[in-house]
Nanobody, 123 residues
Framework: QVQLVESGGGLMQAGGSLRLSCAASGSIHSINDMAWYRQAPGKQRELVATITSGGSTNYADSVKGRFTISRDNAKNTVYLQINSLKPEDTAVYYC?????????????????WGQGTLVTVSS
């Protein structure tokens, strides 16, 4: 009943910028924390950034100063702005959200993942 769809990935050059988007759809009541994760080839998925419904943010040390997470609650969308791209940013980027949604007259909660969007940074 709830879906997250990422967009904005692609092949980029080092030093460039990129903005990823992730839109939630379905019978949504509200969304708690939203987050971006990434998984580089041969590595485990890692948390990149989080944002609460009130807009408080946290970042992994490895991306502080270059990544900015933001959200538009009216659009149920979270964004990730990536500046000064580095080859080591190459990864599949996933969004994640804690979503309250309706199933009939019942309100349920689910942690939802997007399908991922690939970002490749060439040197």
């Amino acid at each position: 009943q709830v879906q997250l769809v990422e967009s904005g990935g692609g092949l980029m050059q080092a030093g460039g910028s990129l903005r990823l988007s992730c839109a939630a759809s379905g019978s949504i009541h509200s969304i708690n924390d939203m987050a971006w994760y990434r998984q580089a080839p041969g590595k485990q998925r890692e948390l990149v950034a989080t944002i609460t419904s009130g807009g408080s943010t946290n970042y992994a040390d490895s991306v502080k100063g270059r990544f900015t997470i933001s959200r538009d609650n009216a659009k149920n969308t979270v964004y990730l702005q990536i500046n000064s791209l580095k080859p080591e940013d190459t990864a599949v980027y996933y969004c994640n959200a804690g979503v309250y949604f309706w199933t009939g007259t019942y309100l349920r909660y689910l942690e939802v993942w997007g399908q991922g969007t690939l970002v490749t940074v060439s040197s």
